[in-house]
């Protein structure tokens, strides 16, 4: 952990390179098909290796924040994994067990995101108040999610391939935004322009909204999905 080049950060690197490769992989092909199934098994693997090793690597380093966003981003892989694989739709302990992710860490960083902004410098750790804020908001929202599927006792037909696309989409935005903007010191210095390097993570963003509005407002999009 003393350097950029340990094994655990190497580890994390090329985590973080094979998740973009299949992420787009399993973006491109036509959903539901064996190519799409099994480019997001690898995207699958790939994204909990990055998110524990960045968990990890965030929290021994003091780095509340970035440990905090590889637990959720966690918690999004596994539980979009679950709902594709889960077509009856139904809901059990895990689901509900689950719930508990979210509640933490958009505690948590609310909580580190007040104790930024009443300190002197308006930071903690090195991240600014509003990061805090931002990305607690979002596993709060998240845990609304999961609140209200509960509630519903379960979800089914687009609801539940809206849910696994969104949770698959914001990992892999997560995962992009590391990579391409947390990891610029990996990128050739004439690559190393905002609009570049920002460039991936703003398609990934587009990407998501396209097949979720596709998904929810269309059926025959829906259809084509065939989860398993």
Known sequence: MKNALSPLFLLHLSAGSLAMVSGTAAM?????????RAT?????????ALALSGAYIGFVKHQTLNGMMGVLTTYLVATAWWTARNRSGTI???DAMALLVPLAVGGCLWYYG???ASGP?????????PAYFI????ALLLAAGDVRMLARRGLSGTRRIARHLVRMGLAMFVAAGSFFLGQQQVFPESLRKPILLSAPVFLIVLSMLFWWIRVRFTRRAADAFALS
Do not use: I, Q
């Open 40 to 48: 997001g098994n690898v995207f699958v693997v790939s994204m909990l």
């Open 121 to 129: 410098t308006g930071s903690k750790g090195g991240y600014p108040a």
């Open 28 to 36: 491109v092909f036509r959903k539901g098909s064996p190519r799409h």
């Open 114 to 116: 007040l104790e930024a």
């Open 92 to 94: 059990g302990a895990l």
């Open 135 to 138: 990305f607690g908001s979002l």
